[in-house]
């Protein structure tokens, strides 16, 4: 039997997005960086417009930070903040990427200075995680190598290993390290956490408390994302996510722009036991607040479509070998139209029927405009 919207709407009240920091400033491509009139200006801005999009969608309860972006004087006074837009921190994201010293890579830097000033950030971020109450270390490394022979692999993932070694031994209780792989940008020949298979052995290495973080723009063309999900959740390895959505490689688009029923198939293979939910996504030519808030508007449709799956139906039709009857059980539930049950969901959680619409209606965009300014000049992203 197929659950009853009530059952449904239960399940879909749970749901909890993670929105981040970043999402919500200034980005570009690395061509240029296109800025939007009313960006915050810091971190606690950045919060106040997450806590709009909470407010709308009565869905995103928590905001990922990233260091040293949302670096902040205070961190107490950030946690305090937060709270009182009826927020909580999520996902700590440590930042490897941009001092010019990890141009050759961070945690598997061939230089051990190098390596260490990573390894220093990292244990500095499960600080801030602990005075800001977040449970979660979420990491991605760009490191890697760009030509054959131009360092060794197997030297490299061990010094990884010995590196993230250390920051998990640091990890106080109720703290947990979320490893993200990527196949290839900025690394272009040997990414050193390519696949979710390395990811996974890096953590059956490391401990219990580290588990892999799946990015939706982080596997190349043609992966089967939800049966990763499913190797994933059945080892017990399955961190959490960054949701967006890609046509060609990690565009970062808004999540389920462009394949709904890769998002709706990867709630389905979840079913109830959520891992921790992020996007992850850059909008740099889409209203940003807007972007955010349509974002988790499609992915609690996603769940809601998910939730409506005969179980046992799906279950029958595999036991006989009904191939597309199977399938057909699928697209019955991904075929539904859940925008009003949804909606519902969100009002009776105090949000908007219709978040997008309420946005524009709200005059939230236009204040910020006045509090904050206009947009900065276009800023070209080489030789600027
Ligand atoms: C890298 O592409 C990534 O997905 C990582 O999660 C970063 O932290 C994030 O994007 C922001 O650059
Ligand atoms: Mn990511």
Redesign the pocket.
Known sequence: MARTSAEVEQELARLEVETPS?GYGDSGTRFATFPQAGRPRDAFERIDDAAEVHRLTAAAPAVAL?FPWDRVEDLGSLRRHAESRGLRIGAV?PNLFQAAEYKLGSVANPDPAVRARAVAHLLECVEIATELGSTAQSL?LADGTNYAGQDDLRARRERLLESLTEVYAALPPGQELLL?Y?PF?PAFYATDLADWGSALLCCQKLGEKAAVLV?F??HLLGANIEQIVAILAAEGRLGGF?FNNRKYA?DDLIVGSVNPFELFSVFVELGTDLPRLTI?QAHNVEAKIEAMTLSVVNIQEAFAKALLVDREALAAAQAEGDVLGAHEVLLEAFRADVRELCARVREAAGGAADPVAALRESGYVERIVRERGAAAPVSAGWNA
Do not use: L, M, Y
């Open positions: 970043w990233h994201n991605w993200e990527k940008e990015d723009g982080h960054h990690d992850d």
